[in-house]
């Protein structure tokens, strides 16, 4: 019964939140903070939270779906809210959420939320069993679950591509080239 306790982590204990100050030196050529700023504290959040809860090093392997619905501006407290949302064997799904607080116009918008697969390693940088998780409200058993359902999409997509690709042929698709934007000057 105690080794099935330690072998098991709450949802709470791991979750974590990264606060910092946008300073101009985080700005693009449009006065606007850098996707890439955010993307590189994201998965700074993603990997303390599956640190934390891994109790192991751990490596980022898949980022699913970065989309910044908002421009975060010069002078706003951006905060990450980082939380496993589901535990396979050795992986870890982290969904951060990122919000920008301006206290000029006292608002506070959500930029996004983005899904970060982690995979806990061992000594030798062999993938390690993590624990498992405990869902202790509504909320954390619906992101499990729709982490469950995400995956299974996934690999339903990941199908479809590769059966796609297999059937990508020029001749049987040159409508498909004159419906877009481009011209096809093959040599
Ligand atoms: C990801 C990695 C650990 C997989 O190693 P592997 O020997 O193929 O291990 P496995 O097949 O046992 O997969 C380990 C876990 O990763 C998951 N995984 C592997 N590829 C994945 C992918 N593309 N997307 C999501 N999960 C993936 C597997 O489902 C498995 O999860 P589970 O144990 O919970 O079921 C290995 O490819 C790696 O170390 N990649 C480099 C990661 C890195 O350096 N990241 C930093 C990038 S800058």
Redo the contacts with the bound molecule.
């Keep these: 019964m105690e080794q099935m306790l330690t072998n098991y982590r709450p949802v709470s204990y791991s979750q974590i939140t990264l606060t910092e100050l946008m300073v101009p030196a985080y700005a693009n050529f449009g006065g606007k903070i850098h996707g890439g700023i955010l993307l590189s504290l994201m998965d700074k959040v993603a990997y303390a939270c599956a640190h934390k809860h891994a109790g192991n090093y751990c490596?980022?392997?898949?980022v699913n779906r970065v989309e910044f619905l908002e421009p975060v501006e010069v002078g706003e407290m951006v905060s990450m809210l980082a939380s496993v949302n589901y535990?396979?064997?050795?992986?870890m799904v982290v969904g951060i959420k990122v919000i920008a607080e301006n206290f000029k116009t006292n608002t506070v918008k959500h930029t996004n939320s983005s899904y970060f697969?982690m995979?806990a390693?061992d000594e030798e940088?062999?993938?390690t069993p993590v624990p498992g998780l405990i869902l202790e409200n509504a909320i954390q058993a619906r992101r499990f679950l729709k982490t469950l359902k995400l995956k299974e999409l996934r690999d339903r997509l990941k199908n479809d591509l590769e059966a796609a690709e297999a059937n990508l042929d020029l001749e049987a698709h040159r409508e498909w080239f004159v419906r877009e934007r481009c011209q096809l000057r093959l040599a």
């Design positions: 490596v980022t392997v898949s535990v396979g064997r050795t992986s697969t995979v390693k940088g062999q993938p």
